[in-house]
């Protein structure tokens, strides 16, 4: 990369967050990679590993690899496992930069890709810019086939239209991602829930170069599509409703209700006009069944209604305890070191 003018505006002070599980053998190559790509970048940058509680020696060897860069490495360790999902949001919590970006930790992603995505980020006035796996170098049957079904569900579903959900490089603004809260395996939806907390047309997508993993074996197979689906409901959910659950509740619980109460109106003409025997007729404990499933899901449309009010009026805490006030350590590529060994004016989530 072609070294940097020191004449041009300094970049955002930028944090890049990886978790990684079981990738001891993919530490020592991922940071040299970090640093390589983010040698000319032209602002103060830090590094954010999360071991998401690994069994091998992914976390020794994370803390090995901190202390020979310096402060500017900053490792987080998880006592048990809790899943790509919490290990990213416990990153997000922890960057202090104006601009944030995660990958994976598997080498796939190529890091040099950052500084020109928050370049592009920046330029095109978005919020969140996903990389898309151009190349990708993946299974078709096991990786690619169930990536692309997934990812026309959801976009079809959503209504955000990005086409590869499933790659972790991704830059955003630090204040849209920091008042994003991800929960059980949501990460691979961040661009849905991104579009909650900013426009739509403020978050796109650039092509990304993608390798074939060199070490460590793959989290991920084709069960992860059913697991997928399942997690897009609830997306469809919150997305649609997350305001308003009892329109959703009380919506099915009125739909059932009529068709039940129409049951019980020509079971009663049939009683009491033509003296005719219902009791053993299957419609009639169909439509008993259909009232009792109206009432249930109209009362749980009451009760997540003042949920729902009860969770606006109060506020979210954070994922992590905060640490103690201390000056970010920042690493700055050559020809700013003057931004290196100062703070950000701004820093986010400051």
């Not at 976009?155 to 008042?179: H, P």
């Not at 649609?240 to 059932?256: E, K, N, T």
Request: charged share 20%; glycine share 10%; net charge positive.
């Amino acid at each position: 990369m072609a070294a940097t003018d020191p004449a041009a505006p300094a970049a955002p002070s930028l944090s890049v967050v990886i978790p990684m599980y079981r990738e001891q053998d993919n530490v020592q190559p991922m940071l040299a990679r970090v640093h390589e790509g983010l040698a000319d970048y032209g602002g103060p940058w830090e590094l954010i590993c999360v071991d998401d509680g690994s069994q091998d020696a992914t976390g020794a060897r994370l803390e090995l690899e901190a202390r020979r860069y310096g402060p500017h490495v900053r490792v987080i360790r998880f006592a048990r496992n809790h899943g790509q999902t919490m290990a990213m949001q416990a990153g997000i919590d922890a960057a202090r930069g104006e601009v944030i970006a995660t990958l994976d930790g598997d080498l796939q992603n190529d890091p040099a890709d950052i500084p020109r995505m928050v370049r592009e980020m920046i330029e095109r006035h978005l919020d969140l810019l996903t990389g898309y796996r151009a190349n990708r170098q993946d299974a078709w049957l096991s990786r690619k086939l169930p990536s692309k079904i997934a990812n026309r569900i959801i976009a079809r579903v959503t209504g955000v239209n990005i086409r590869d959900y499933g790659c972790s490089l991704k830059v955003y603004r630090a204040a849209v991602i920091k008042s994003v809260r991800l929960y059980g395996e949501m990460h691979r939806f961040i661009p849905v829930w991104a579009a909650m907390v900013t426009a739509p047309s403020r978050i796109g997508e650039t092509a990304v170069g993608h390798s074939a993993r060199q070490f460590g074996q793959s989290k991920y197979g084709i069960s992860r599509t059913f697991r997928v689906i399942l997690d897009l409901l609830t997306v469809f959910f919150f997305l649609r409703y997350r305001a308003r659950p009892g329109h959703f509740f009380g919506s099915i619980g009125l739909v059932l209700g009529a068709i039940g109460g129409a049951a019980m109106s020509y079971l009663a003409v049939l009683k009491f006009v033509l003296g005719e025997s219902i009791g053993g007729r299957p419609l009639f404990l169909t439509a008993v069944l259909l009232l009792v499933f109206s009432i249930q899901f109209l009362t749980t449309g009451v009760l997540a209604e003042m949920m729902s009010r009860i969770f606006y009026q109060g506020h979210e805490g954070p994922l992590t305890v905060p640490a103690a006030a201390e000056a970010p350590a920042w690493h700055a590529a050559a020809g700013h070191a003057a931004a290196a060994s100062a703070e950000p004016a701004h820093p986010a989530g400051g």
